[in-house]
């Protein structure tokens, strides 16, 4: 099974949509408690970024409240991505995310990286950075990625890591 990227992007932008969001930050906590889900923050491991899962009707979202907000805010959005794409797959089974690090760290190594994480990740991406409003929020100069103070500003506004705005900007070059 190879990631969906597209399905990802989609389902991101219904929900926004849904919630009618026009500008940054994105409240990716108020969009998940809309569903009904269960958002709790916990102490974790530092490899692990969050964990999502179902039981009885049930929707769980566990964040590490180990990391930065913004970190925090990423492994939300990217736990809802499994309750959103996933679902069927988290009735018993507790699914143990690792966030963008651990993502690259596969990349380097050429293992291949699990399907499910990488559509976790672009609807992340689509749904804290949607594409028209970091496109509105570049201006006219657009993107460069090497202009450090302007990644610094746009994750500040975007209430993201500068890494998840580097891999989200990256990918729309
Ligand atoms: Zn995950």
């Known amino acids: 099974m190879s990631a969906d990227k597209e399905r990802a992007i989609t389902a991101a932008r219904r929900i926004l949509e849904e919630h009618n969001i026009q500008r940054a930050p994105v409240p990716v906590e108020r969009i998940i408690k809309s569903r009904n889900i269960v958002l709790d923050y916990a102490p974790l491991d530092e490899d692990l970024s969050g964990m999502a899962y179902s ?3 049930v929707s769980m979202i566990g964040v590490n409240a180990l990391h930065h907000p913004n970190r925090q805010r990423f492994s939300a959005a990217h736990e809802l991505a499994h309750h959103v794409l996933h679902e069927e ?3 018993g089974e507790v699914h143990l ?3 963008l690090r651990a993502l690259r760290r596969d990349q380097v190594s050429s293992q291949g990286t699990d399907p499910l994480e990488v559509e976790a ?3 992340a991406s689509e ?3 949607p ?3 970091l496109l509105d929020a570049c201006g006219k100069e657009g ?3 090497d202009d450090e103070a302007k990644v610094e500003k746009l994750a ?3 209430r993201v890591s500068v890494s998840a705005m580097k891999y989200r900007l990256a990918s729309l070059m």
């Open 55 to 57: 039981q009885d009707g």
């Open 89 to 91: 797959r988290l009735h």
């Open 97 to 99: 995310s690792k966030g």
């Open 121 to 123: 990740n672009t609807f």
């Open 127 to 129: 749904l804290l950075m």
């Open 131 to 133: 594409h028209q409003l």
């Open 143 to 145: 993107l460069d990625l």
């Open 156 to 158: 500040k506004k975007f």
